[in-house]
């Protein structure tokens, strides 16, 4: 099993909204991120728990509040989000860090802010 | 900081070989990826090559890497109009992603 596995695949959510994605793997990896992308641009990296413990922040607006409750589930809590927050938000992960194994993502989901 | 730099389009006919190529600054990572992204798809991982091998290559793939120049390329032989997508390079420590190259496979 190499899958990385996100819900919903798809999300429409106000501003004054609360929301949750869900990311889950069940390859024994231990590094999970969350990344950001929008339309035709590369994604970019928000966060890295490594070990169940967040060990990377790339100065994310505390709307977005990441959680990793065990090895093989990582939630990234949505709140007052704003319109231009509207992206696909990827999940990878790794049996480690990058610097040593494949990272692998899930289908992302599409988020769309109102 | 870290950077990873490609090329923004290609265009090619059903058959010809592409290339695609990454030039980088972190030379740290242990892998250097290639990901493929088809409209509102995912990343699929199309292959990786690691830092202290030259080449790599896995059926219509060939990865090579010029550690020296910090270049990585990506072949695809026999261009399909499938594999019409943005093709992402990847590396570094956290690993970052070039601005994407997208691919157009006329027929």
């Known amino acids: 099993d190499t899958e990385v596995t996100q819900t919903p695949k798809h999300l429409v959510m106000g501003m004054t909204n609360k929301k949750s994605l869900k990311c889950e793997q069940h390859?024994?990896?231990?590094?999970m991120y969350w990344y950001k992308q929008k339309a035709k641009k590369p994604p970019e990296l928000m966060f890295v728990?490594?070990?169940?413990?967040?060990?990377i922040n790339e100065s994310v607006p505390s709307r977005f509040s990441p959680e990793c409750p065990n090895s093989s589930l990582l939630n990234l809590h949505l709140h007052a989000l704003q319109p231009e927050d509207s992206a696909l938000y990827l999940c990878?992960?790794?049996?480690?860090?990058?610097?040593?194994?494949?990272?692998?993502f899930g289908q992302g989901t599409r988020l769309t802010v109102v | 900081g870290e950077d990873v730099e490609q090329s923004l389009f290609l265009s090619v006919r059903e058959g010809d070989s592409s290339v695609i190529n990454c030039t980088y600054t972190?030379?740290?990572?242990?892998?250097l990826y290639w990901y493929k992204q088809e409209p509102g798809a995912g990343l699929q991982l199309l292959t990786y090559?690691?830092?202290?091998?030259d080449m790599k290559q896995d059926q219509r793939l060939t990865v090579l890497l010029n550690k020296k120049d910090k270049h990585l390329s990506l072949r695809i032989a026999d261009t399909q109009t499938g594999d019409s997508a943005i093709y992402f390079c990847?590396?570094?420590?956290?690993?970052?992603f070039g601005q994407g190259t997208e691919l157009s496979v006329k027929p």
């Open positions: 090559i690691f830092s202290n091998m």
């Open positions: 972190d030379s740290s990572s242990t892998y």
């Open positions: 990847a590396g570094g420590g956290k690993l970052i």
């Open positions: 990878a992960s790794s049996q480690e860090g990058y610097r040593g194994t494949e990272a692998f």
């Open positions: 390859m024994g990896h231990r590094a």
């Open positions: 728990y490594s070990y169940e413990k967040l060990s």
